[in-house]
Protein backbone atom coordinates (compact mmCIF):
# COMPACT_ATOMS: atom_id res chain seq x y z
CA UNK A 1 0.00 0.00 0.00
CA UNK A 2 1.08 3.40 -1.21
CA UNK A 3 0.44 5.99 1.31
CA UNK A 4 2.29 9.26 0.21
CA UNK A 5 2.99 10.56 3.63
CA UNK A 6 5.48 8.81 6.17
CA UNK A 7 3.51 10.36 9.28
CA UNK A 8 0.29 8.40 7.76
CA UNK A 9 2.24 5.24 7.10
CA UNK A 10 4.16 5.50 10.99
CA UNK A 11 0.82 6.10 12.20
CA UNK A 12 -0.63 3.55 10.33
CA UNK A 13 1.86 0.94 11.21
CA UNK A 14 1.97 1.38 14.77
CA UNK A 15 -2.12 1.17 15.12
CA UNK A 16 -1.85 -2.44 13.18
CA UNK A 17 0.70 -3.54 15.42
CA UNK A 18 -1.87 -3.76 17.58
CA UNK A 19 -3.62 -7.17 18.04
CA UNK A 20 -6.91 -7.93 16.48
CA UNK A 21 -6.13 -4.89 13.98
CA UNK A 22 -5.21 -5.13 10.28
CA UNK A 23 -3.63 -2.71 7.68
CA UNK A 24 -6.95 -1.62 6.30
CA UNK A 25 -8.70 -1.22 9.85
CA UNK A 26 -5.72 1.22 11.37
CA UNK A 27 -5.95 3.21 8.06
CA UNK A 28 -10.02 3.92 8.48
CA UNK A 29 -8.93 5.04 12.05
CA UNK A 30 -6.05 6.75 11.32
CA UNK A 31 -8.31 8.83 8.41
CA UNK A 32 -10.98 9.19 10.91
CA UNK A 33 -8.78 10.98 13.48
CA UNK A 34 -7.86 13.73 10.97
CA UNK A 35 -11.58 14.37 10.27
CA UNK A 36 -12.14 14.91 14.11
CA UNK A 37 -10.78 17.51 15.97
CA UNK A 38 -6.91 18.30 16.69
CA UNK A 39 -8.05 18.04 20.02
CA UNK A 40 -9.13 14.51 20.03
CA UNK A 41 -6.23 12.74 19.11
CA UNK A 42 -4.24 14.27 21.14
CA UNK A 43 -6.23 13.16 23.68
CA UNK A 44 -6.18 9.65 22.83
CA UNK A 45 -2.19 10.41 22.42
CA UNK A 46 -2.15 11.69 26.15
CA UNK A 47 -4.29 9.12 27.52
CA UNK A 48 -2.28 5.93 25.82
CA UNK A 49 1.31 7.73 27.29
CA UNK A 50 -0.03 8.41 30.79
CA UNK A 51 -2.06 5.24 30.91
CA UNK A 52 1.51 3.23 30.55
CA UNK A 53 4.14 5.54 32.35
CA UNK A 54 2.03 6.63 35.46
CA UNK A 55 0.14 2.99 36.06
CA UNK A 56 1.43 1.39 38.78
CA UNK A 57 0.85 -2.24 40.35
CA UNK A 58 -0.79 -2.06 43.58
CA UNK A 59 2.44 -3.67 46.12
CA UNK A 60 0.11 -6.09 47.84
CA UNK A 61 -2.21 -7.58 44.86
CA UNK A 62 -0.35 -6.32 41.87
CA UNK A 63 -3.63 -5.04 40.70
CA UNK A 64 -3.54 -2.52 38.10
CA UNK A 65 -3.77 1.12 40.05
CA UNK A 66 -2.93 5.03 40.02
CA UNK A 67 -1.89 4.39 44.27
CA UNK A 68 0.98 2.28 45.51
CA UNK A 69 -1.69 0.21 47.33
CA UNK A 70 -5.02 -0.24 45.15
CA UNK A 71 -8.82 1.05 46.22
CA UNK A 72 -9.62 -2.95 47.11
CA UNK A 73 -6.49 -3.17 49.15
CA UNK A 74 -6.81 -0.21 50.89
CA UNK A 75 -10.61 -0.76 51.75
CA UNK A 76 -11.14 -1.61 54.94
CA UNK A 77 -14.38 -2.99 54.50
CA UNK A 78 -13.29 -5.79 52.60
CA UNK A 79 -12.21 -9.45 54.35
CA UNK A 80 -8.57 -9.46 54.12
CA UNK A 81 -8.42 -12.50 54.56
CA UNK A 82 -10.17 -14.19 52.05
CA UNK A 83 -7.79 -14.06 48.59
CA UNK A 84 -9.06 -14.45 45.12
CA UNK A 85 -6.16 -15.60 43.00
CA UNK A 86 -6.34 -14.28 39.30
CA UNK A 87 -4.45 -14.63 36.50
CA UNK A 88 -4.90 -11.15 35.40
CA UNK A 89 -6.63 -8.03 35.92
CA UNK A 90 -9.22 -8.56 33.29
CA UNK A 91 -10.43 -11.25 35.95
CA UNK A 92 -10.64 -9.05 38.88
CA UNK A 93 -12.85 -6.74 37.15
CA UNK A 94 -15.11 -9.72 35.90
CA UNK A 95 -15.53 -10.52 39.52
CA UNK A 96 -15.47 -7.13 40.72
CA UNK A 97 -18.56 -6.69 38.32
CA UNK A 98 -20.48 -9.48 40.12
CA UNK A 99 -20.53 -7.31 42.97
CA UNK A 100 -20.72 -10.87 45.33
CA UNK A 101 -17.33 -10.96 46.36
CA UNK A 102 -16.16 -8.85 49.63
CA UNK A 103 -12.48 -10.53 49.97
CA UNK A 104 -9.49 -9.03 48.57
CA UNK A 105 -7.38 -10.06 45.28
CA UNK A 106 -4.00 -11.85 44.36
CA UNK A 107 -2.78 -10.97 40.95
CA UNK A 108 -0.49 -13.84 39.04
CA UNK A 109 0.31 -11.89 36.14
CA UNK A 110 0.12 -15.17 33.99
CA UNK A 111 -0.35 -18.76 34.34
CA UNK A 112 2.41 -21.51 33.97
CA UNK A 113 2.88 -21.86 30.37
CA UNK A 114 6.21 -24.43 28.94
CA UNK A 115 4.76 -23.37 25.74
CA UNK A 116 5.01 -19.51 25.96
CA UNK A 117 8.04 -20.20 28.25
CA UNK A 118 6.78 -18.45 31.21
CA UNK A 119 8.22 -19.88 34.53
CA UNK A 120 6.69 -20.03 38.13
CA UNK A 121 9.33 -17.65 39.25
CA UNK A 122 7.67 -14.84 36.96
CA UNK A 123 4.56 -15.24 38.48
CA UNK A 124 3.53 -13.43 42.06
CA UNK A 125 3.46 -17.21 43.18
CA UNK A 126 6.36 -16.81 45.94
CA UNK A 127 4.79 -13.75 46.77
CA UNK A 128 1.66 -15.49 46.81
CA UNK A 129 3.21 -17.95 49.52
CA UNK A 130 4.75 -14.95 51.19
CA UNK A 131 1.18 -13.38 51.86
CA UNK A 132 -0.36 -16.62 53.38
CA UNK A 133 2.51 -17.01 56.01
CA UNK A 134 2.77 -13.14 56.62
CA UNK A 135 -1.27 -11.82 56.91
CA UNK A 136 -2.47 -14.71 58.23
CA UNK A 137 -5.46 -15.65 55.58
CA UNK A 138 -8.01 -17.29 56.17
CA UNK A 139 -8.96 -18.80 53.05
CA UNK A 140 -7.19 -18.66 49.46
CA UNK A 141 -9.68 -19.23 46.22
CA UNK A 142 -8.79 -20.10 42.93
CA UNK A 143 -10.43 -18.81 40.41
CA UNK A 144 -8.11 -19.62 37.12
CA UNK A 145 -8.91 -20.28 33.45
CA UNK A 146 -9.90 -24.51 33.30
CA UNK A 147 -7.39 -24.70 30.74
CA UNK A 148 -4.17 -26.77 30.39
CA UNK A 149 -1.85 -24.09 31.88
CA UNK A 150 -4.51 -22.99 34.78
CA UNK A 151 -4.32 -26.77 36.00
CA UNK A 152 -0.64 -26.83 35.78
CA UNK A 153 -0.39 -23.39 38.08
CA UNK A 154 -3.21 -24.25 40.28
CA UNK A 155 -1.65 -28.07 40.97
CA UNK A 156 1.72 -25.91 41.36
CA UNK A 157 0.00 -23.59 44.00
CA UNK A 158 -1.51 -26.61 45.52
CA UNK A 159 1.85 -28.12 46.14
CA UNK A 160 3.35 -24.83 47.59
CA UNK A 161 0.33 -23.95 49.83
CA UNK A 162 -0.99 -27.78 50.99
CA UNK A 163 0.80 -27.69 53.99
CA UNK A 164 0.35 -23.84 55.17
CA UNK A 165 -2.46 -23.84 57.48
CA UNK A 166 -5.00 -22.02 55.22
CA UNK A 167 -7.76 -23.29 53.38
CA UNK A 168 -7.49 -24.11 49.61
CA UNK A 169 -10.67 -23.96 47.49
CA UNK A 170 -11.08 -23.66 43.54
CA UNK A 171 -14.39 -21.90 42.36
CA UNK A 172 -17.19 -24.31 41.07
CA UNK A 173 -17.16 -25.47 37.56
CA UNK A 174 -20.72 -26.53 35.75
CA UNK A 175 -23.32 -25.74 33.39
CA UNK A 176 -23.69 -22.11 33.47
CA UNK A 177 -26.64 -20.03 34.24
CA UNK A 178 -28.83 -20.07 31.52
CA UNK A 179 -26.81 -22.26 29.53
CA UNK A 180 -28.57 -25.40 28.16
CA UNK A 181 -27.53 -28.75 29.07
CA UNK A 182 -27.82 -30.42 25.85
CA UNK A 183 -25.13 -27.80 24.05
CA UNK A 184 -22.55 -28.14 27.04
CA UNK A 185 -19.04 -29.77 26.51
CA UNK A 186 -18.75 -33.32 27.64
CA UNK A 187 -16.19 -32.67 30.21
CA UNK A 188 -18.09 -30.02 32.05
CA UNK A 189 -21.21 -31.63 31.81
CA UNK A 190 -19.33 -34.65 33.11
CA UNK A 191 -17.44 -33.33 36.12
CA UNK A 192 -20.99 -31.20 36.74
CA UNK A 193 -22.59 -34.79 37.54
CA UNK A 194 -19.54 -35.98 39.41
CA UNK A 195 -19.41 -32.58 41.48
CA UNK A 196 -23.26 -32.50 42.19
CA UNK A 197 -25.02 -30.58 45.43
CA UNK A 198 -27.25 -31.00 47.27
CA UNK A 199 -30.56 -29.54 46.01
CA UNK A 200 -31.03 -26.77 48.25
CA UNK A 201 -27.47 -25.63 48.62
CA UNK A 202 -28.00 -25.30 44.41
CA UNK A 203 -31.32 -22.99 44.84
CA UNK A 204 -28.59 -20.10 47.03
CA UNK A 205 -28.23 -17.01 44.82
CA UNK B 1 -17.23 -1.54 34.29
CA UNK B 2 -15.61 -0.57 37.44
CA UNK B 3 -11.77 -0.51 36.42
CA UNK B 4 -10.01 0.61 39.10
CA UNK B 5 -8.48 3.00 37.77
CA UNK B 6 -8.96 6.28 37.18
CA UNK B 7 -5.72 6.16 33.74
CA UNK B 8 -7.27 2.94 32.70
CA UNK B 9 -11.13 4.38 32.78
CA UNK B 10 -9.21 6.93 30.16
CA UNK B 11 -7.47 5.62 27.84
CA UNK B 12 -10.55 2.77 27.46
CA UNK B 13 -13.12 5.58 26.86
CA UNK B 14 -10.49 7.25 24.82
CA UNK B 15 -9.95 4.12 22.84
CA UNK B 16 -13.65 3.16 22.37
CA UNK B 17 -14.26 6.50 20.93
CA UNK B 18 -12.83 5.47 17.72
CA UNK B 19 -15.51 4.16 15.02
CA UNK B 20 -16.13 0.31 15.32
CA UNK B 21 -13.74 -0.10 18.60
CA UNK B 22 -16.18 -0.91 21.97
CA UNK B 23 -14.95 -0.66 25.40
CA UNK B 24 -14.28 -4.44 25.32
CA UNK B 25 -12.29 -4.36 22.52
CA UNK B 26 -11.02 -1.14 24.04
CA UNK B 27 -9.62 -2.66 27.22
CA UNK B 28 -8.30 -5.31 25.64
CA UNK B 29 -6.19 -3.11 23.23
CA UNK B 30 -5.04 -1.50 26.71
CA UNK B 31 -3.80 -4.27 28.55
CA UNK B 32 -2.11 -5.56 25.66
CA UNK B 33 -0.22 -2.42 25.69
CA UNK B 34 0.77 -2.66 29.44
CA UNK B 35 2.08 -6.32 28.68
CA UNK B 36 4.13 -4.43 26.08
CA UNK B 37 7.51 -2.70 26.83
CA UNK B 38 6.88 0.98 27.20
CA UNK B 39 8.21 1.86 24.26
CA UNK B 40 5.64 0.64 22.39
CA UNK B 41 3.26 2.82 23.86
CA UNK B 42 4.66 5.57 23.91
CA UNK B 43 5.73 5.35 19.70
CA UNK B 44 1.59 4.77 19.10
CA UNK B 45 1.30 7.71 21.63
CA UNK B 46 4.07 9.97 19.60
CA UNK B 47 2.88 8.54 16.70
CA UNK B 48 -0.69 9.72 16.76
CA UNK B 49 0.11 13.00 17.73
CA UNK B 50 2.84 13.90 14.89
CA UNK B 51 0.35 12.39 12.29
CA UNK B 52 -2.48 14.87 13.31
CA UNK B 53 -0.32 17.91 14.20
CA UNK B 54 2.43 17.54 11.43
CA UNK B 55 0.36 16.47 8.35
CA UNK B 56 -0.66 18.79 5.92
CA UNK B 57 -2.94 18.88 2.82
CA UNK B 58 -1.48 19.57 -0.51
CA UNK B 59 -1.83 23.18 -1.51
CA UNK B 60 -2.94 22.08 -4.77
CA UNK B 61 -4.77 18.75 -5.07
CA UNK B 62 -5.94 18.59 -0.90
CA UNK B 63 -4.54 15.15 -0.85
CA UNK B 64 -2.78 14.36 2.75
CA UNK B 65 1.26 15.20 2.57
CA UNK B 66 3.71 15.39 4.32
CA UNK B 67 4.93 18.47 2.56
CA UNK B 68 3.64 21.47 0.88
CA UNK B 69 2.73 20.16 -2.32
CA UNK B 70 1.71 16.16 -2.91
CA UNK B 71 4.56 14.03 -4.16
CA UNK B 72 1.74 13.00 -6.62
CA UNK B 73 1.68 16.91 -7.64
CA UNK B 74 5.12 17.54 -7.36
CA UNK B 75 6.21 14.55 -9.96
CA UNK B 76 7.06 15.92 -13.49
CA UNK B 77 6.19 12.49 -14.71
CA UNK B 78 2.83 12.91 -14.21
CA UNK B 79 -0.20 13.96 -16.74
CA UNK B 80 -1.10 17.25 -14.77
CA UNK B 81 -3.30 18.14 -17.48
CA UNK B 82 -5.38 14.78 -16.63
CA UNK B 83 -7.29 15.35 -13.04
CA UNK B 84 -9.31 12.62 -11.22
CA UNK B 85 -11.85 14.17 -8.77
CA UNK B 86 -12.42 11.99 -5.84
CA UNK B 87 -14.26 11.55 -2.31
CA UNK B 88 -10.91 11.43 -0.13
CA UNK B 89 -7.47 10.12 -0.16
CA UNK B 90 -8.60 6.80 1.04
CA UNK B 91 -9.20 6.84 -2.68
CA UNK B 92 -6.36 8.18 -4.10
CA UNK B 93 -4.67 5.29 -2.76
CA UNK B 94 -6.68 2.89 -3.78
CA UNK B 95 -6.28 4.26 -7.52
CA UNK B 96 -2.61 4.36 -6.66
CA UNK B 97 -2.19 1.21 -6.15
CA UNK B 98 -3.82 0.03 -9.24
CA UNK B 99 -0.70 1.85 -10.87
CA UNK B 100 -2.74 2.37 -13.96
CA UNK B 101 -3.49 6.21 -13.96
CA UNK B 102 -0.86 8.59 -14.73
CA UNK B 103 -2.74 11.98 -14.44
CA UNK B 104 -3.18 14.02 -10.43
CA UNK B 105 -5.56 14.20 -8.27
CA UNK B 106 -8.21 16.60 -6.64
CA UNK B 107 -9.66 15.36 -3.30
CA UNK B 108 -12.81 16.84 -2.91
CA UNK B 109 -12.91 16.16 1.27
CA UNK B 110 -16.48 14.63 0.91
CA UNK B 111 -19.54 14.09 -1.10
CA UNK B 112 -22.35 16.54 -0.83
CA UNK B 113 -25.22 15.27 1.40
CA UNK B 114 -28.12 17.52 2.93
CA UNK B 115 -28.52 14.34 4.87
CA UNK B 116 -25.22 14.95 6.59
CA UNK B 117 -25.50 18.95 6.43
CA UNK B 118 -22.65 18.84 4.04
CA UNK B 119 -23.03 21.65 1.54
CA UNK B 120 -21.01 22.42 -1.76
CA UNK B 121 -19.15 24.86 0.11
CA UNK B 122 -17.53 22.49 2.69
CA UNK B 123 -15.70 20.75 -0.42
CA UNK B 124 -13.08 21.46 -2.92
CA UNK B 125 -15.37 22.41 -5.85
CA UNK B 126 -14.41 25.88 -6.86
CA UNK B 127 -10.97 25.34 -6.05
CA UNK B 128 -11.57 23.00 -8.81
CA UNK B 129 -13.38 24.88 -10.93
CA UNK B 130 -10.29 27.38 -10.42
CA UNK B 131 -7.75 24.93 -11.41
CA UNK B 132 -10.04 24.02 -14.54
CA UNK B 133 -9.94 27.82 -15.71
CA UNK B 134 -6.27 28.25 -14.27
CA UNK B 135 -4.09 24.99 -15.15
CA UNK B 136 -5.03 24.54 -18.58
CA UNK B 137 -6.52 20.92 -17.67
CA UNK B 138 -7.75 18.90 -20.74
CA UNK B 139 -9.71 16.11 -18.91
CA UNK B 140 -11.58 15.61 -15.15
CA UNK B 141 -11.99 12.56 -14.40
CA UNK B 142 -15.12 11.93 -11.95
CA UNK B 143 -14.54 8.62 -9.65
CA UNK B 144 -16.99 9.14 -7.24
CA UNK B 145 -19.20 6.24 -5.45
CA UNK B 146 -22.12 5.36 -7.06
CA UNK B 147 -24.49 6.92 -4.59
CA UNK B 148 -27.10 9.29 -4.10
CA UNK B 149 -23.85 11.56 -2.40
CA UNK B 150 -21.96 10.71 -5.23
CA UNK B 151 -24.08 11.37 -8.31
CA UNK B 152 -25.48 14.70 -6.52
CA UNK B 153 -21.68 16.03 -6.30
CA UNK B 154 -21.01 14.88 -9.78
CA UNK B 155 -23.89 16.36 -11.20
CA UNK B 156 -23.32 19.54 -9.48
CA UNK B 157 -19.67 19.39 -10.99
CA UNK B 158 -21.12 18.63 -14.45
CA UNK B 159 -23.16 22.05 -13.90
CA UNK B 160 -19.99 23.99 -13.10
CA UNK B 161 -17.70 22.68 -15.77
CA UNK B 162 -19.99 21.83 -18.75
CA UNK B 163 -19.48 25.18 -20.40
CA UNK B 164 -15.79 25.24 -19.82
CA UNK B 165 -13.10 23.79 -22.04
CA UNK B 166 -12.58 20.48 -20.82
CA UNK B 167 -13.60 17.64 -21.26
CA UNK B 168 -15.73 15.49 -18.27
CA UNK B 169 -15.32 11.77 -17.90
CA UNK B 170 -16.25 9.40 -15.39
CA UNK B 171 -14.88 6.21 -14.36
CA UNK B 172 -17.00 3.09 -16.09
CA UNK B 173 -19.18 1.31 -14.17
CA UNK B 174 -20.25 -2.19 -14.70
CA UNK B 175 -20.07 -5.73 -13.85
CA UNK B 176 -16.22 -6.24 -11.97
CA UNK B 177 -13.69 -8.52 -13.51
CA UNK B 178 -14.24 -12.15 -11.75
CA UNK B 179 -18.00 -10.81 -10.54
CA UNK B 180 -20.83 -13.33 -11.53
CA UNK B 181 -23.71 -11.39 -13.47
CA UNK B 182 -25.95 -14.10 -11.88
CA UNK B 183 -24.84 -12.27 -8.26
CA UNK B 184 -24.68 -8.30 -9.93
CA UNK B 185 -27.44 -6.45 -8.54
CA UNK B 186 -30.09 -4.96 -11.10
CA UNK B 187 -28.92 -1.22 -11.34
CA UNK B 188 -25.91 -2.59 -12.29
CA UNK B 189 -26.61 -5.03 -14.71
CA UNK B 190 -29.69 -2.96 -16.59
CA UNK B 191 -26.54 0.26 -16.43
CA UNK B 192 -23.90 -2.46 -17.75
CA UNK B 193 -25.73 -3.48 -21.00
CA UNK B 194 -27.09 0.12 -21.71
CA UNK B 195 -22.68 1.43 -21.54
CA UNK B 196 -22.10 -1.85 -23.61
CA UNK B 197 -18.71 -1.42 -25.68
CA UNK B 198 -17.63 -3.06 -28.96
CA UNK B 199 -15.58 -5.93 -28.38
CA UNK B 200 -12.44 -6.08 -29.08
CA UNK B 201 -12.44 -2.56 -26.58
CA UNK B 202 -13.61 -4.94 -23.78
CA UNK B 203 -10.43 -6.68 -24.27
CA UNK B 204 -7.60 -3.42 -23.57
CA UNK B 205 -6.04 -4.11 -19.86
Do not use: W
Amino acid sequence: MEYGSKLLEEVVNEIAALPGIGKRTALRLALHLLRQPESRALQLSDALRRFRTEIKRCRICHNISDTDTCAICANPARDHATVCVVEDIRDVMAIENTGQFRGVYHVLGGLISPMEGVSPEQLFIDDLVRRVEEENLREVILALSPTVEGDTTAYYIYKKLKDKPVSLTSIARGIGFGEEIEYADEITLARSIENRVPFDQSLKF
